[in-house]
């Protein structure tokens, strides 16, 4: 009897496996139905039948070999019906979606006046000093008169301007069509602090008024004026702070632990502080701690430079009286410019070291009375990665020499640091038909490391598998610590809304550093040539897995998940090691053509 069922189940399961599938379902990866879409258009990404006449809103749409699918939409303000159909045979289905673009930003109606607490900008707490402005904006009732109090500085105007979006606008300067007329409610002023003005916490007052009422709202923001006569000094208390041009800004060169800095305004836990009288910086308030009323500002006088050149390595050495702000700049030529604010040069002669083979120059500049810059000028084509550190209150720059390169094993003894991109519950970007880009970072990965060892590297992963979260920061102190030559940050791109998969597509290759620039052209490159993708380009970004400046750092999207014949390409596994094997060539490249790469001459510089 139990060989009757066996065969019998083997003989239906063979039937089964000859009937081919006639099922048209459908299944749509991307975006989610009742999304929120803030672009004037999508796209919709899924899969179906292989062989399936597939319509979106009734425009005919190219499935591919895969199933997969992905087709631009249109959106208009509101809510967006997308209809999705697709029939094989005699088996139809059909699915609806429906998609929202929020409203352009509404006015609030002449009258009843009112006023709306939410858009009140400034919303923390100030402090500033005499001469700097404090900018008072809200959303009110439209064709009125706006004006605000502070102390007893009264009825400050405002003027009454057009909305902004309330949410982000679309991608690349795309807009929205708006009426003629353009639409008010918007009012906005400013105030400069006089010296005379003397605010502790000083609650600030916005008033609205038509020709009958007046209402008023006061602000959650207090404002505090700053002494000029006794500077406001901190200290900062954890390494490598963070530091910006502004409150969630561009990023400036991380502070050394003990820097002192001189506070010159405060909105709500961000503090602006002053490197010369020409450059700020802001920084977190839990990165800092106040010194005691009285203290000086920080200032220092530079005497001499010293440097000590090692076989890895070279130290540049400034030695200062006390910890003072600086930010390191890496130019093309190459050049590296150490600026140290609240220091004045006294340094009458420098002497070259005969035996040292990285320093070609270095010079010095009293940029202001508060600016100093050293510039430093290598015999090498290129910089290799450097840290910077105070050792008592010497303020140190170590710069990588050179290494070795065989130029017939070039990768031989590099360490090179592989990062396969998200993982564990981080999916990335997902194909259309629903392969996550981290198992795709992931198998490329694993091919780059074992073609990178046959080639002599040393390769260090930061992660093996996808079932482990791996954070950003972890990633980068993985390469830290097997003291890398190079990381590589291995990607597959995606797009926003309101962009086009079939336009925008193809490889590219992100920096952050100048030092890893030419290392990025070489793999993009590479990457080009061998796989015969678009040139989607090398791009210049400030991300965690580009940031590191002790070694060479790129991030690499090899092309798109969302495109559908690239990512029939990222899911073959002969293209993923055909993938690998352009990026290793593309690194081989890069350290062949600084085998031998001569120094440009003064009159090149």
């Known amino acids: 009897m139990n060989y009757i069922l066996l065969l019998l189940n083997l003989l239906t399961t063979t039937i089964f496996s000859i009937i081919p599938n006639t099922n048209p379902d459908i299944e749509i990866i991307y975006p989610d139905d009742k999304a929120t879409i803030n672009a004037p258009s999508t796209f919709i990404i899924g899969n179906t039948h292989?062989?399936?006449?597939?319509?979106?809103?009734?425009?005919?749409?190219?499935?591919?070999p895969n199933g997969g699918f992905v087709q631009v939409v249109k959106l208009k303000e509101g809510d967006n019906s997308i209809k999705v159909n697709s029939k094989y045979k005699k088996k139809s289905k059909k699915v609806i979606y429906t998609l929202t673009v929020p409203d352009h930003e509404k006015t609030i109606a002449k009258s009843p006046l009112k006023i709306d607490a939410s858009?009140?900008?400034?919303?923390?707490?100030?402090?500033?000093?005499?001469?700097?402005?404090?900018?008072?904006?809200?959303?009110?009732?439209?064709?009125?008169?706006?004006?605000?109090?502070?102390?007893?500085?009264?009825?400050?105007?405002?003027?009454?301007?057009?909305?902004?979006?309330?949410?982000?606008?679309?991608?690349?300067?795309?807009?929205?069509?708006?009426?003629?007329?353009?639409?008010?409610?918007?009012?906005?002023?400013?105030?400069?602090?006089?010296?005379?003005?003397?605010?502790?916490?000083?609650?600030?007052?916005?008033?609205?008024?038509?020709?009958?009422?007046?209402?008023?709202?006061?602000?959650?923001?207090?404002?505090?004026?700053?002494?000029?006569?006794?500077?406001?000094?901190?200290?900062?208390?954890?390494?490598?702070?963070?530091?910006?041009?502004?409150?969630?800004?561009?990023?400036?060169?991380?502070?050394?632990?003990?820097?002192?800095?001189?506070?010159?305004?405060?909105?709500?836990?961000?503090?602006?502080?002053?490197?010369?009288?020409?450059?700020?910086?802001?920084?977190?308030?839990?990165?800092?701690?106040?010194?005691?009323?009285?203290?000086?500002?920080?200032?220092?006088i530079i005497k001499h430079i010293n440097v000590n050149s090692y076989k890895n390595k070279v130290l540049i050495e400034f030695p200062l009286t006390e910890r003072l702000p600086f930010k390191i700049d890496q130019l093309p030529g190459p050049q590296m410019n150490v600026n140290i604010f609240g220091a004045v040069a006294n340094i009458d002669v420098y002497q070259y070291n005969p035996d040292d083979d990285f320093i070609k120059e270095i010079k010095w500049v009293q940029v202001s009375k508060d600016h100093f810059k050293t510039i430093i000028i290598p015999k090498t084509k290129q910089f290799w990665g450097y840290d910077y550190y105070y050792k008592d209150n010497n303020l140190v720059l170590e710069l990588k020499k050179k290494p070795i390169i065989n130029l017939k094993s070039p990768l031989k003894g590099k360490v090179i640091t592989i990062d396969p991109g998200h993982g564990g519950s981080e999916l990335g970007s997902v194909g259309p038909t629903g392969v996550p880009e981290k198992e795709v970072n992931l198998a490329i990965s694993k091919h780059i490391k074992k073609e990178l060892e046959s080639r002599g590297a040393k390769v260090i992963m930061t992660r093996f598998s996808n079932t482990k979260n791996v954070g950003l920061y972890r990633r980068v102190k993985i390469a830290d610590n097997y003291n890398t030559d190079v990381l590589l940050s291995i990607h597959n791109n995606a797009l926003p809304d309101?962009?086009?998969?079939?336009?925008?597509?193809?490889?590219?290759?992100?920096?952050?550093?100048?030092?890893?620039?030419?290392?990025?052209?070489?793999?993009?490159?590479?990457?080009?040539?061998?796989?015969?993708?678009?040139?989607?380009?090398?791009?210049?970004?400030?991300?965690?897995?580009?940031?590191?400046?002790?070694?060479?750092?790129?991030?690499?999207?090899?092309?798109?998940?969302?495109?559908?014949?690239?990512?029939?390409?990222?899911?073959?596994?002969?293209?993923?090691?055909?993938?690998?094997?352009?990026?290793?060539?593309?690194?081989?490249?890069?350290?062949?053509?600084?085998?031998?790469?001569?120094?440009k001459q003064a009159n090149e510089l």
């Open 119 to 300: 858009s009140i900008q400034p919303n923390k707490n100030l402090s500033l000093l005499p001469g700097d402005t404090i900018i008072i904006k809200f959303k009110g009732s439209t064709g009125n008169k706006a004006s605000f109090v502070i102390g007893k500085r009264k009825d400050i105007p405002m003027i009454e301007l057009p909305p902004k979006y309330t949410k982000t606008p679309p991608t690349f300067g795309k807009s929205y069509k708006t009426s003629k007329k353009p639409l008010k409610g918007f009012y906005k002023g400013s105030y400069k602090l006089q010296p005379g003005d003397r605010f502790y916490k000083t609650p600030i007052t916005i008033k609205l008024a038509s020709k009958n009422k007046t209402i008023t709202k006061v602000l959650n923001s207090r404002l505090t004026t700053l002494s000029t006569k006794v500077p406001k000094i901190a200290r900062v208390i954890k390494n490598k702070a963070i530091v910006r041009t502004f409150p969630r800004g561009s990023r400036l060169t991380p502070l050394a632990k003990g820097v002192k800095l001189q506070i010159i305004q405060i909105k709500g836990n961000d503090y602006k502080f002053k490197m010369s009288n020409s450059m700020e910086g802001w920084i977190a308030k839990r990165d800092i701690r106040m010194l005691p009323y009285g203290t000086p500002a920080p200032t220092s």
């Open 498 to 599: 309101g962009r086009d998969p079939y336009k925008d597509h193809g490889a590219s290759t992100y920096y952050y550093n100048s030092q890893s620039l030419p290392l990025a052209k070489s793999i993009q490159n590479s990457m080009v040539d061998e796989l015969k993708l678009k040139n989607f380009g090398v791009f210049w970004s400030s991300l965690v897995l580009t940031r590191p400046y002790e070694y060479l750092a790129v991030l690499v999207e090899i092309a798109f998940m969302i495109n559908p014949e690239e990512y029939m390409l990222l899911t073959d596994k002969e293209f993923q090691k055909k993938s690998a094997i352009a990026i290793c060539d593309g690194l081989e490249n890069f350290y062949k053509s600084q085998a031998n790469a001569k120094p």
């Open 50 to 64: 292989p062989n399936a006449s597939l319509k979106i809103n009734g425009k005919k749409v190219k499935v591919y």
